[in-house]
């Protein structure tokens, strides 16, 4: 019956885990738009190197402070919520930033792509753990592991034929569409399972005793 019960779970986990995998992937274009489309924007907006590296920085910077928060989130309100907010977040920064010709807003249009980014990130483990048992967990992880590389590589390459028939807000476009996509998917596909068949059942009561204890 246990086996059963585990093979029922397995079927039920693709749909949930493969949509947030996909999902990670292509919020990672959002990362990846800015190096090919330099050439462009210091051709249209007279933005310096030196801006160039900020709005990657500023970018990172704000993914880094929201994964920060994005597990306790998560915790509080749930996955599906929390990054559905985050990927609208993300969203609306990169609307902003299509129409931004000055380095301050361009800076904070990214600031809200990363926020969204970050909490995107944070979500994949978690959900891969509440399906997935410790034993059965490599393979999907290792896949949404690789989602920022395969996301600069999707950037990379749309970012030659776009940039040749349009400017760098095309590659903002790319994003915006793959974005929307993203949200797309969480909204419709991501879910957790009861808390009576989650998988990490163990790990979050090894995490309570823990609290406890003093141990965390």
């Known amino acids: 019956i246990v086996a059963e019960r585990g093979s029922t779970m397995r079927r039920k ?49 704000s993914a880094l402070v929201m994964a920060l928060f994005g597990g306790v989130l998560i915790d509080r309100f749930g ?56 034993a059965k967990r490599g393979i999907v992880s290792g896949v949404w592991g690789a989602n920022v590389g395969i996301g600069m590589l999707i950037s990379l390459g749309v970012a030659n034929p776009i940039l040749s028939t349009t400017d760098w807000t095309g590659m903002w476009v790319f994003s915006l569409i793959s974005t929307v996509l993203a949200a797309a998917l969480v909204v419709i596909c991501v879910r957790m399972p009861d808390m009576s068949q989650r998988r990490d059942l163990d790990e979050i009561e090894a995490e309570r005793e823990g609290k406890k204890h003093g141990v965390l």
């Open 13 to 61: 986990a693709w749909i949930p885990v493969w949509a947030i995998i996909i999902a990670s992937i292509l919020i990672a274009t959002q990362y990846g738009k800015v190096p090919p489309s330099q050439p462009s924007m210091i051709e249209s907006l007279g933005l310096s190197y030196t801006m160039q590296g900020l709005l990657m920085m500023a970018f990172s910077a």
């Open 79 to 134: 996955a599906r919520k929390v990054v559905s907010v985050a990927l609208v977040v993300s969203v609306v920064g990169t609307v902003i930033g299509m129409f931004m010709t000055n380095d301050a807003g361009l800076l904070a249009s990214r600031v809200l792509e990363g926020a969204g980014y970050g909490v995107t990130m944070t979500a994949g483990p978690v959900i891969i753990a509440a399906w997935y048992e410790p």
